[in-house]
């Protein structure tokens, strides 16, 4: 199926690693253009290097940190030297662990900063690049936590819980500017991070433990893909998706425990 991406430009945070790398790979197999950001500007640049020989597109690398709207200036910027973009994927992210009664406040903010003002920034000003090409499509990486909540992280799950209902109020806006927002719920996604924790918790057993994870949760019996979840957000961003509008998909093996 041809998704019609070819030179499009799509703008991934968190494009370094993980879901985002994935993310970005998968726009660039279908001819898109790419703006991928991290804070570790080796390992943004590494990426893009690698993104762009490998699918001849273009690949920008943007060393920023999202939380803060310094750091959503320049990607914005960069985005815009690319003539503006068509696609934006609020992706860059990271769990939690701790207790409403003990966390700080400082620490509440900065995951609110993360999760939900760059989310915020970035959808704010690259509308108006999107806008003038036309339209676009927007989709925000939440979790499956933020509607099914895991018991050790309470700031994850309350800051992607706003950032899918920041996706639902956007979206009612923006489809005027003819620029879809969705939002993805992933469930358990094997990236890198998770096999780093695997190792910590349980050392040579480490892909023991993994299992154990997905069949305490998922009925699929296993970790997804980041593959799988890519391939997922290019379609739902492609203009084949063009009448999903404001919605929530979750992409999780069956772990949602409910409807
Ligand atoms: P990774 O830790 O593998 O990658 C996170 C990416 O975000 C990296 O590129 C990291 O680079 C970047 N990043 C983190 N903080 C910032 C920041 N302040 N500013 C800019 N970039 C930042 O995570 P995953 O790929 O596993 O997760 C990606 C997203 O998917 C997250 O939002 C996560 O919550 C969500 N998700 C993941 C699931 C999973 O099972 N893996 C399940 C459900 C949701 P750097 O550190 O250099 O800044």
Request: glycine share 28%.
């Given at each position: 199926m041809d998704l019609h991406l070819k030179d499009k430009v799509a703008v991934i945070t968190?494009?370094?690693?993980?879901i985002g790398l994935g993310i970005a790979k998968a726009f660039a197999r279908e001819g898109c253009h790419v703006v991928i950001t991290a804070r570790t500007a080796a390992e943004v640049e590494a990426a893009a290097a690698s993104i762009a020989s490998e699918f001849g597109v273009t690949a920008q690398a943007v060393a920023s940190d999202v939380s803060s709207a310094e750091g959503c200036q320049v990607i914005v910027d960069a985005a815009a030297r690319l003539g503006g973009a068509d696609i934006f994927v609020s992706n860059a992210g990271t769990g939690s662990n701790e207790t409403v009664a003990n966390a700080p406040d400082e620490k509440w903010q900065s995951y609110w900063d993360l999760h939900l003002m760059a989310a915020v920034r970035l959808s704010r000003a690259l509308a108006d690049q999107m806008e003038a090409k036309g339209g676009g499509a927007m989709l925000m990486n939440a979790s499956i936590c933020a509607v099914q909540p895991l018991w050790y992280e309470p700031i994850y799950n309350v800051t992607k819980a706003a950032l899918l209902m920041f996706g639902k109020c956007l979206s009612v806006e923006m489809i005027k500017r003819n620029i879809r927002v969705n939002v993805v719920n992933p469930g358990l996604i094997r990236t890198p991070d998770w096999e780093k924790t695997a190792r910590e918790l349980a050392g040579d057993g480490w892909e023991g433990y993994l299992q154990s994870v997905a069949d305490e949760h998922a009925d699929i019996r296993r970790f997804g893909s980041v593959e799988e979840l890519a391939d997922f957000c290019v379609f739902i961003c492609?203009?084949?998706?063009?009448?999903?509008?404001?919605s929530a998909y979750h992409v999780d093996g069956g772990m949602l425990a409910t409807v």
């Open positions: 968190g494009g370094s690693k993980g492609s203009p084949r998706a063009s009448y999903s509008v404001g």
